[in-house]
């Protein structure tokens, strides 16, 4: 990745930053090597393939991770988000000045932000800690729920019409444990910090493969925006003011919502291209942006229940509203494409939204009685001088 140990030593000055006042016990004490993690299928009465056993023994040895405060599993994630991300950009001509660094904070925002370096010039795409954990298994979830109709060629086949949706309703009627199971999995994020602390959801065929793509259609997504940033030059464009990442001061590039949306569609043409390469089609990859935006929305929703009781009352950035990038990004996505290609990529994103909304719907009350009993959210959504925007610039005088 990045060539100046100065910008490793910075990551990992911010990483500290944030540990020393936040949750680090929590996010290192579950923390399970590659051959713990084997050994919990395997107690759980699941054969485990030998590919990704040998893949699981390379994470092991050989991931060399930047900084101690990372985690290799997530570090293994990044890393082969980032080489999917810029083969794009490769394949697609445009020109990235340096190669970022990738790490990982309990940032407090279901997101990833990008700081440029001072001293080096250099780039830190900074994920929240738990997404990729939060994003597989919400994707698990909704991967049980969607009706799925069969395979043509490559491509996954779905079912959706309002018919379906009201089937769906009762179905979720007849398996609370698909409710329950999303209730526990956003409610461990926001009380304890940590989506992982419960058991993980088990799926198989078709569910097992269809989680899969939309959870790396979401992390590509997720990724690419923070690329976009780069790509577009807002780190060069814009007007900088003070700010804060953890107790560290900063300087923030304004959060302007026409470079958010300008980005959102850089890394919208980035994930698409990617999943285009694997064999997915735009319907199946575009919904992992959408799935992402709906994601956010719940936990922002979460959050502002369980503090004041109200579910509008709390965002967790200074991006534009969740609800308005959804929005700009189908739109821009049915400009780009033909008819018969984008309206039924906006009709599954559509069709998803309807569906975690039904589930979110189910877990508002127990929401509700946390913030009345007096519970108190995990740390990291408690941060207050947080740097809202994902396009900032280190200026710590060491670094
Ligand atoms: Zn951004």
Not at 250 to 276: C, S
Request: net charge negative; proline share 5%; charged share 20%.
């Amino acid at each position: 990745m990045s060539a100046d140990p100065n910008t490793l030593l910075y990551l990992e000055f911010l990483q500290k930053s944030y540990y020393a006042n936040n949750d680090f016990l929590l996010d290192h004490s579950i923390k399970k090597t590659a051959s713990q993690v084997i050994e919990t299928i395997r107690n759980q009465g699941l054969r485990v393939n030998n590919d990704v056993e040998e893949l699981f023994q390379k994470l092991d040895e050989q991931v060399k991770l930047p900084t101690p405060y990372e985690d290799p599993i997530s570090y293994f994630i990044m890393t082969n988000l980032a080489r999917e991300i810029e083969q794009s950009i490769v394949e697609l001509r445009f020109r990235l000045p340096v190669r970022p660094l990738l790490g990982t904070i309990p940032s407090g925002r279901l997101n990833a932000m990008t700081i440029l370096v001072r001293r080096t010039n250099e780039f830190i795409v900074l994920f929240e800690r738990q997404l990729f954990g939060f994003a597989y298994e919400m994707s698990k979830i909704i991967a049980q729920v969607i009706p799925f109709e069969g395979v043509i060629g490559q491509n996954i086949k779905f079912a959706i019409s309002k018919e379906k949706l009201s089937q769906i309703e009762k179905n979720l009627s007849r398996h609370p444990e698909i409710e329950n199971q999303m209730r526990e999995v956003v409610i461990a994020y926001l009380m304890k910090g940590n989506p992982n602390i419960i058991e993980p959801t088990l799926v198989s065929w078709p569910s097992y493969p269809l989680a899969g793509i939309l959870t790396n259609s979401a992390e590509l997504f997720i990724l690419g925006h923070e690329y976009g940033h780069i790509l577009c030059g807002h780190f060069d464009q814009s007007k900088l003011v003070q700010s804060f990442i953890g107790e560290e001061q900063v300087v923030q590039v304004v959060p302007q919502w026409n470079q958010e949306h300008e980005a959102d569609m850089k890394g919208l043409e980035l994930m698409i291209h990617a999943q285009q390469r694997n064999q997915t089609s735009v319907v199946t990859s575009f919904w992992g942006a959408d799935f992402f935006f709906s994601c956010m929305d719940i936990l922002e929703r979460g959050i502002s229940f369980v503090e004041t009781g109200n579910e509008g009352d709390r965002r967790l950035n200074d991006h534009p509203p969740t609800a308005l990038r959804r929005e700009v990004i189908r739109q821009g996505l049915m400009d780009s494409l033909p008819k018969d290609i984008g309206e039924p990529a906006i009709n599954l994103g559509m069709f998803l939204e309807s569906i975690m909304e039904m589930l979110f719907k189910g877990m508002c009350p127990y929401l509700m009685q946390l913030n009345k009993m007096g519970y108190q959210l995990a740390d990291r959504w408690k941060i207050k001088k947080i740097s809202n925007c994902s396009a900032t610039v280190g200026c710590n005088s060491q670094y």
